[in-house]
């Protein structure tokens, strides 16, 4: 539960990057869907129902464009290299 304690005060959203209030709405969707999902596991949940909800609720599209930011922001500021680069240039 450490991840989803991180997000208890709004400096802590914007530290992250995630400034708009849809933004911090989806934080905290995928927070409550990841807690059911693990929920779920632990108990050993074989409720498909159950387990087709969580499922069709995660938003692989939001975690794509957050991978995506913070491997931008990898290549730039910690490699110093333009966010174009390409990718044999990033992994030399």
Do not use: H, W
Not at 18 to 34: H, Y
Not at 35 to 42: A, F, K, Q, V
Not at 53 to 81: G, R
């Amino acid at each position: 539960m450490d991840f989803a304690t991180n997000f208890e005060m709004d400096i802590q959203y914007k530290k992250r990057g995630f400034i708009t209030a849809d933004m911090k709405q989806e934080v905290d969707s995928l927070i409550s869907l990841s807690t059911e999902l693990l929920l779920c596991l632990i108990e050993g949940n074989d409720n498909q129902v159950t387990i087709n909800k969580i499922i069709k609720s995660l938003k692989f599209d939001f975690m794509k464009q957050k991978l995506t930011k913070m491997f931008e922001d990898f290549v730039v500021k910690d490699l110093k290299l333009p966010v174009t680069a390409p990718l044999s240039e990033i992994y030399s």
